[in-house]
């Protein structure tokens, strides 16, 4: 007997031999351990066979696989289980069998082996990305040492309205199908995924949610509903604590899981819904390594188990409305919040006209913002850039800091006193002096939520302030303090970047604003209007849930633009109707598909040959009907000491283009200098 393995690397499957007394403990998505390399590995059996069928079956899938030269060249040069191919080479047995039952549930092993075909990757690395490493290598649980507070309040058990019930009862009745839940900020969407998984009987639930900063008021809502039957899934947990949240669903335990990306791959046996909330999402996109996203994957995943999804939002992504329009998904809406709460009022305000106080805050805004705290009401203002300010600029020469590994200006941050690098992380200490000219005339260039922040402590010093961006919580548990404080009101004013934006519930927030929309508008992406409306409208969403009226200030030096127009009215629709005869004109999605593949040079000589013989190459594999554009510089031309360019195909049809995108890797992988990344269905494009 011949067999199959997985293993957690970035490859297909390795032919191995069974040694007889094994032989009848093989099953698919059992845990084997085989030698590789110098040494051994535990990988799961995803093939079965007779030496003659396996190499027969090996011979087409080499065919097929892209990464076939990268994975032979690891199983020949460690000599060590082969790939199949022409040249059978010694094949090494197993050395033992770890599990009795499989690991992996089945339908589960099928979507991963699906996600490493559809994203032009590998079943490994999807088997990585799907299966905590410690569940693999058999280690212990961590203690599960999750300290959310244990007093979670019963968040109360109320008549359903009227949408609500609709909803629900359309949910309910069917088996499986997509249902687009569309439902403006407060309008109970989160109430409806609970009762439609508290109506599943004994099947299952994943529950996706796009960020940590989320989490922790819905976690708390998914406890008092659920008790301990739910099992939580975010950045936050330790290695432990995954493995231990991973064996309580593999083993039926809890009955849902609630969790960011990765939950999608939940070990459920017995699955009946799953729901992604704000399912617009761009964190449910993986930007590194496997680029997968989650929600389509989670789409992917309801087909294959023969279930229903749910896709929530009050600003739905332009393709999910549109597939909801063309009656491929089955459309659900709740059109006022719940009990008639009006929408806030939104207040455009022209920053090259007001009257400012202090040039960050307009006069209009800031007595807006005195009145709701004397009120004793709270605030959110956003400003979607972390750090004190974008850039330090000699007024001398003009020299401003770049990242020297990135084409990247540098942040300053005024807490840690460093220019810090939003792309690769690293940082550098500023000096006195230019380090071009030696003037001593540097000046902090615009503005990031730390300047907002003193600037906030010096002109309202007595309030209680909070910051909550990517810098202020990066202790586990921060988010979560936070959310607790506002809740107990302990902070007047809440401000940072998107994550005041989201999911949040605090019924005392009645004021909300956006310091500099601007940073948002216009970056060099089709999707910049639509995510700045949907960030825009996310922050409006949170004022004015409780009693009080919210009101919205968004101050811009662009009041012009179109996207104000529709966050005044709360007008998603007015938007989408807007948004998608642009993209009808341009042919982008929804109308067409992308991949797009990046060009990585660590030598910038070798940039312009390279790319020429890329080029001819490229227009080689060119399908009638599939656009090919580039090869350009990437906007982010620079990351990581890499020079990037790339190309994007667009086509209506995924299988001619992921055909073609796989003839231009064929047609490439020759040439010497050169790191290739592919990404279906890219969400950035920079
Ligand atoms: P969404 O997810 O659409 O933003 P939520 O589900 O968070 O809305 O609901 C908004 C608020 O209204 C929450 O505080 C929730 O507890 C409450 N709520 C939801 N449904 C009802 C209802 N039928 N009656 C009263 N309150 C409700
Ligand atoms: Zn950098």
Known sequence: MVIDVLFPIDAEAFTYLVPEGLEQKIKIGVRVLAPFRMGKKVGI??????????SLRGTLATKQSLRENENQEIATSRNVGTRNDKKIITLKPIEAVLDEEPLIPENLFKLIKWVGQYYISTSGLALKNAVPSGVLEGRKSGKS?????????PVKIFNLTAEQKNALSEINSAQSGVFLLYGVTGSGKTEIYIRAIESLGDKEAIVLVPEIALTAQIIDRFRSRFGDKV?????GLS?????SQWRKIRNGEVRVALGVRNAVFAPFKNLGLIVVDEEQEASYKQFEGLKYHSRDVALARSKLEGIKIILGSATPSIETFYNAQKEKFKYLELK?????????GVEILDMTNENKKTWIFSDKLLNALNKNISQGYQS?????????SPFLMCTDCGYTYKCPACSITLTYHKDTKTLNCHYCGSYLEPKDTCPDCKGSRIKYIGIGTQRVEEELNTLIPEISLKRMDRDSTRRKHAHYRIVKDMEDKKIDILMGTQMVAKGHDFPDVTFAAVVFADVALNLPDFRSSERAFQLFTQLAGRAGRGDVPGEVYIQTYEPHH??????????????YEKEIELRKELSYPPFSRLIRIVFNFKNRDVIEKTIRDVSVKIKRTKIPDVDILGPAPAPIEKLRNQWRWHIVLKGRNYKTLRQNALAILNAVKEIKDIKIDVDVDPVNMM
């Open 45 to 54: 059996v995803s093939g079965i066979g007779s030496p003659a069928t396996m």
């Open 145 to 153: 040492r999750i300290t959310y507070d244990t007093d979670i309040r």
């Open 231 to 235: 099992a939580f899934f975010h950045s």
């Open 239 to 243: 290695e432990g604590e995954k493995i």
């Open 336 to 344: 006022s919040r719940i009990e008639e709460k009006p929408m806030p």
């Open 380 to 388: 959110l203002i956003m400003l979607n850039r972390r750090g004190y």
């Open 562 to 575: 179109y996207v104000f127009d529709y966050v005044r009215k709360h007008d998603y629709k007015g938007f």
